[in-house]
T-cell receptor, first 116, second 111 residues
Framework: GAGVSQSPRYKVTKRGQDVALRCDPI?????LYWYRQALGQGPEFLTY????????KSGLPNDRFSAERPEGSISTLTIQRTEQRDSAMYRC??????????????FGEGSRLTVL | SQKIEQNSEALNIQEGKTATLTCNYT??????LQWYRQDPGRGPVFLLL?????KEKRKERLKVTFDTTLKQSLFHITASQPADSATYLC??????????FGAGTRLFVKA
């Protein structure tokens, strides 16, 4: 596609439910990042994929959070047993080159998660 | 831990003046720094990249400097316009796989 596409744009869920957030990166982009952004803050790194390999998941807050990118393209961020503190904007970004790059990140419009 | 710090206070300037935003990094030596613009409700958009061996980089009305001694980057917008009002984010690769961001500085340009 023309840009990074994320869905759903808005998700309201009840505490304890699982949610899955999807990211479709720009075609051909090797690198894919997930970030979480609180209001008035910069994006906070969650995890990074190079093709289908998850090469850094150090930013995932706890084991309720997981991500996958099985075919090196679309990625899913899953949050199990959601809690109110998980409410945030979740942003996906992709980049053309891989680890050693200085490439710019292209961000999607984000998925706004609200946990009631 | 590796950190990027930006002035969290909003910057208010008059149209036509030069806006200067500051980015400081601690506990690492980035090979480059990036600057992004973020409008309310939108994702960040890349503006400029400057490498550690470049002292200055320009793009139209934008200028970025990189001082490895001070561990600081300055971002300048000359002849500022109300349309430049946005949040500006500083970012850097940490040497691993992460690109980390500062909290951003909100810029308001008054007509």
């Amino acid at each position: 596609g023309a840009g990074v596409s994320q869905s759903p744009r808005y998700k309201v869920t009840k505490r304890g439910q699982d949610v899955a957030l999807r990211c479709d990166p720009i075609s051909g982009h090797v690198s894919l990042y997930w970030y979480r952004q609180a209001l008035g803050q910069g994006p906070e790194f969650l995890t990074y994929f190079n093709y289908e390999a998850q090469q850094d998941k150090s930013g995932l807050p706890n084991d309720r959070f997981s991500a996958e990118r099985p075919e090196g393209s679309i990625s899913t961020l899953t949050i199990q047993r959601t809690e109110q503190r998980d409410s945030a904007m979740y942003r996906c970004a992709s980049s053309l080159a891989s680890r050693s790059n200085t490439g710019e990140l292209f961000f999607g419009e984000g998925s706004r998660l609200t946990v009631l | 831990s590796q950190k990027i710090e930006q002035n969290s206070e909003a910057l208010n300037i008059q149209e036509g003046k030069t806006a200067t935003l500051t980015c400081n990094y601690t506990n690492y030596s980035p090979a480059y720094l990036q600057w992004y613009r973020q409008d309310p409700g939108r994702g960040p958009v890349f503006l400029l990249l400057i490498r550690e061996n470049e002292k200055e980089k320009r793009k139209e009305r934008l200028k970025v400097t990189f001082d490895t001694t001070l561990k600081q980057s300055l971002f300048h917008i000359t002849a500022s316009q109300p349309a430049d009002s946005a949040t500006y984010l500083c970012a850097s690769h940490t040497g691993g796989f992460k690109t980390i961001f500062g909290a951003g500085t909100r810029l308001f340009v008054k007509a």
